[in-house]
């Protein structure tokens, strides 16, 4: 069993940046990922990080202002952002996979965590 827990969100204004945790209790696992989910929007993936070699994917409306990374050692995966748009606004969330490949489908993930808001104003 794999317990979750997200941390850093909060509020912020367009422009600026924050950096969200995700601690685990284990990562004997393949795959890393974070979606989000806005009030009456389905959940949507964002990003999603390999353990064996650190590979990572991205939403097209992330690339080149997310970045996920991980820390071993604390069991522990990061989700970097910066230029934060106000469409960025939503409940984030950690989960995890034991599948073999970067995936973008909810179906791959049998783990998540409970969630954190992150509102970006203007």
């Known amino acids: 069993q794999v317990q979750l827990v997200e941390s850093g969100g909060g509020l912020v204004q367009a422009g600026g940046s924050l950096r969200l945790s995700c601690a685990a209790s284990?990562?004997?696992?393949?795959?890393m990922g974070w979606f989000r989910q806005a009030p009456g929007k389905e959940r949507e993936f964002v990003a999603a990080?390999?353990?064996?070699?650190?590979?990572?994917d991205y939403a097209d409306s992330v690339k080149d202002r997310f970045t996920i990374s991980r820390v071993d050692a604390k069991n522990t995966v990061y989700l970097q952002m910066n230029s934060l748009k106000p469409e960025d606004t939503a409940v984030y969330y950690c989960?995890?996979?034991?599948?073999?490949?970067?995936?973008?489908?909810?179906?791959?993930?049998?783990?998540w965590g409970p969630g954190t808001q992150v509102t970006v104003s203007s």
């Open positions: 284990t990562f004997t696992i393949y795959t």
């Open positions: 990080i390999k353990w064996s070699d650190r590979s990572a």
């Open positions: 989960a995890a996979s034991r599948t073999l490949r970067l995936s973008s489908a909810r179906s791959d993930y049998g783990f």
